[in-house]
């Protein structure tokens, strides 16, 4: 059970400081903003059995989708980071290593990669969206900031 705690733990401290950081960094306009709107309407199709769009304008509005859209982000992020500690005590065993952590948070990105932005209708690595070289790099730039929470996390619990 401690081991599922330091997951949740590591999950929710790597969601905040992944937003955080896109917070930041998409200020300077390196990378785009989380539209967590978009998560909420992404989260809503996918309970209804809808897993693929031809572009995101096709997602329907849902009421609350700001709040659905965080829950369903700090849900992935927990659903992630909990397997990567119950993994490595299975694994290695051990103490989790938060040094680790972080190129588990980065090996994610495949998630958005291979998986969200097709089902956006992006494609693959979202090379038909709007944002250019943006599309694939604010991921990677996003689940650096998510490893470096999860290792955090670890590393406090």
Known sequence: MDLVIEGVVAGVLGTL?????????????????????MIGRMAAGWARGRFCYGHPSEMEEVPNEVLLGYATHLGIGVGLAVPYVLGWNLLIGGPVSPTWAIPYGVATT???????????GFGVFGRRSPEGLKAPFSPLANHLFYGLG????????
């Open 110 to 120: 495949v998630a958005s990669w291979f998986f969200v932005y097709p089902s956006m």
């Open 17 to 37: 400081a992944m937003d955080l950081g896109n917070l930041l960094l998409a200020r300077t306009k390196l990378i785009t903003k989380i539209d967590v709107g």
């Open 150 to 157: 999860i290792a955090v996390g670890i590393a406090l619990v």
